[in-house]
């Protein structure tokens, strides 16, 4: 499904490049997830904007609360990791069936981007509103950036796909692969935000909480991405399923985070290209094996085979 971008972004002037993200089927239950923590307090959600105020509104509250955590997240404009309050971002609509709202000014987070890498996995926790009165919610996430000096401009949107169940708290989870960020190059702004697509009866609000990202290679989900997600990697190529099963991931999912020769394939092949992008400085600097070592550790695990996942690349809109 397409949609036209209707400019609401904190740089509205100029004509984006648009991908479409939005949460479109169901899959594994709500769970914690892994990766890098993004926002999950109040403290986090604040200075947050909608992307029209005449047709929504925004307030960080206690309750309900995804996963009661009370620390800030990585990716909070103040104080990331400090003490914080626990609870979730409110939205009120009270017009119009489309809109977006944005995180704070990103774009000196330097360490999140270079993490993220040109591909990988966003997550994050919704309720849906308790009046059902429409026929369609869905939810989903854009990349809005530019490339310095605002020379090109993203507004990138990915399909997704929801949890079949809520958690205990009352909270379904999304699970987005998206594709073709630039992690490197020079940004003037970079925001994540979220898509409201719906024709629910308004004044009824919804909420969002617990935002994390998978960045590309990050196969442990501690965060990072160095030299410790190599054996990692290898369980993943061991036994897909037990993998996926584990960090709670689909097969797609595993492909995005795994494939670094671009074959759209999660294969033993991934393995020299994981080490070059590390060598490379994608990473970070710890030490990284030499093939002849990864080579002796991956004949030293039993039932290490060639196992593929592939899948086709999304089209964009």
């Known amino acids: 499904m397409a949609y ?7 740089y509205s002037a100029v004509a984006n490049f648009v991908i479409v993200l939005a949460a479109v089927s169901a899959s594994a239950s709500a769970y914690a997830a892994g990766g890098r923590t993004l926002w999950t307090t109040q403290e986090d959600f604040t200075g947050w904007s909608a992307g029209n105020a005449g047709e929504q509104s925004l307030a960080p509250v206690a309750t309900p609360d995804s996963d009661g955590s009370s620390t800030n997240g990585s990716a909070n404009y103040t104080a ?6 626990a609870g979730s ?20 987070n330097t360490s999140l981007q270079t993490y993220m890498g040109t591909q990988g996995v966003i997550k994050f ?3 849906y509103p308790q009046i059902h009165v429409g026929s369609y919610f869905s939810l989903g996430a854009v990349l809005n950036y530019d490339t310095a000096p605002y020379a090109n401009f993203y507004f990138q949107q990915f399909f997704g796909t929801n949890s079949a169940t809520a958690n205990a708290n009352g ?29 629910y009866s308004p004044l009824d609000p919804y909420y969002v909480d617990n935002f994390h990202v998978i960045g590309h290679g990050d196969f442990n989900e501690d965060g990072h991405v160095d ?3 190599i054996a990692a990697m290898e369980a993943a190529l061991t036994n897909p399923t037990a993998y996926e099963n584990t960090y709670g991931l689909s097969a797609a999912d595993l492909v995005t985070i795994g ?3 671009g074959d759209g394939a999660f294969t033993n092949a991934d393995l020299q290209g994981f ?35 592939r899948f086709g690349k999304k089209s964009t809109i």
């Open 80 to 85: 990331p990791g400090a003490a914080g309050t």
């Open 275 to 309: 080490l070059n992008y590390l060598k490379a400085g994608s990473g970070s600097t710890s030490t990284v094996p030499e093939p002849g070592s990864l080579l002796l550790l991956g004949l030293a695990m039993p039932g290490f085979v060639i196992v593929a996942r």
């Open 171 to 199: 909270f379904n989870t999304t699970t987005i692969d998206y594709t073709g960020f630039l992690p490197t190059t020079a940004k003037d702004y970079f925001q994540i935000g979220v898509i409201y697509n719906s024709d």
């Open 4 to 10: 036209a971008d209707r400019g609401y972004g904190r």
């Open 227 to 229: 030299s410790a997600d």
């Open 125 to 127: 926790d919704y309720t």
């Open 259 to 261: 494939d670094f020769n």
């Open 89 to 108: 971002q409110s939205v009120t609509w009270s017009s119009g069936t489309f809109n977006y709202f944005y995180s704070t000014d990103l774009g000196a």
